[in-house]
């Protein structure tokens, strides 16, 4: 069973459309994020959102929307796709901390979604 | 805020020999350190953790990484790689004390780990 998953797997566009990548987990956990790893494989974080309330922000532009229909799912809608886009954009999920007692909880990743604008 | 230095961008090693990855941090408080591996065309994988108690930690693979306060150090090693072990490494920082339960990984720039025969 897939824990956390994205789809599509590949993502081939055009500079200038609309596009979005889904995210569903299946672990029950309450917090899921975005990431963008870019050409030289840094990863850095994008979205955080909690029981679908965003509590992490960075500096993203506001082409970038997350939509978190229910907690198990994290969309990312991307407008106006620009050349600087393309990455490999990883979902992540994990339990909130504090709540179960636990001082740490993982954050579990899905398989990736490769976003090349052309 | 926390950052994380991953000095080695590539480190090529023949199969069966020991392997060191290195990874520093700097923070204002105290922290959450993480050793992540990323197989070609896949996501992360946690590979250890230490959150507090022992500073050696092991975790999968045959991995173990030892918590260095002072050097602000949490070296990645192996004894013995094995060519199946060629990935990207990752090394990842969070701050304690976040009291909200939400947790922001910061992520090192990653090393890549080439075994060859």
């Known amino acids: 069973d897939t824990a956390v998953s994205q789809t599509p797997k590949y993502l081939v566009t055009q500079m200038g459309n609309d596009k979005s990548i889904k995210c569903e987990q299946n672990?029950?956990?309450?917090?899921m994020y975005w990431y963008k790893q870019d050409s030289k494989k840094f990863l850095k974080i994008m979205f955080s959102?909690?029981?679908?309330?965003?509590?992490i922000n960075e500096t993203v532009p506001n082409r970038f929307s997350p939509k978190s229909p229910d907690k198990a799912h994290l969309n990312l809608h991307i407008n106006s796709l620009e050349l600087g886009d393309s990455a490999v954009y990883f979902c992540?999920?994990?339990?909130?901390?504090?709540?179960?007692?636990?001082?740490?909880?993982?954050?579990?990743f899905g398989p990736g979604t490769r976003l090349t604008v052309l | 805020a926390q950052s994380v230095t991953q000095l080695d961008s590539q480190v090529p090693v023949f199969e069966e020999a020991p392997v060191e990855l290195r990874c520093n941090y700097s923070?204002?408080?105290?922290?959450?350190l993480f050793w992540y591996v990323q197989y070609p065309n896949q996501g992360l994988q946690l590979l250890l953790k230490?959150?507090?108690?022992?500073?050696l930690v092991k975790g999968i693979n045959g991995f173990e990484a030892e918590f260095n306060k002072s050097q602000t150090s949490f070296h990645l090693r192996k004894p013995s790689v094995h060519i199946s072990d060629t990935a990207e490494y990752f090394c990842?920082?969070?701050?304690?004390?976040?009291?909200?339960?939400?947790?922001?990984?910061?992520f090192g720039t990653g090393t890549r780990l080439l075994v060859s025969p």
């Open positions: 959102y909690n029981n679908k309330e965003l509590i």
């Open positions: 992540a999920s994990s339990p909130r901390t504090g709540l179960s007692g636990s001082s740490y909880n993982e954050q579990f």
């Open positions: 923070s204002s408080v105290s922290v959450y």
């Open positions: 230490y959150l507090s108690g022992s500073t």
């Open positions: 990842a920082v969070s701050g304690r004390g976040m009291n909200t339960g939400f947790q922001k990984l910061v």
């Open positions: 672990l029950g956990h309450d917090t």
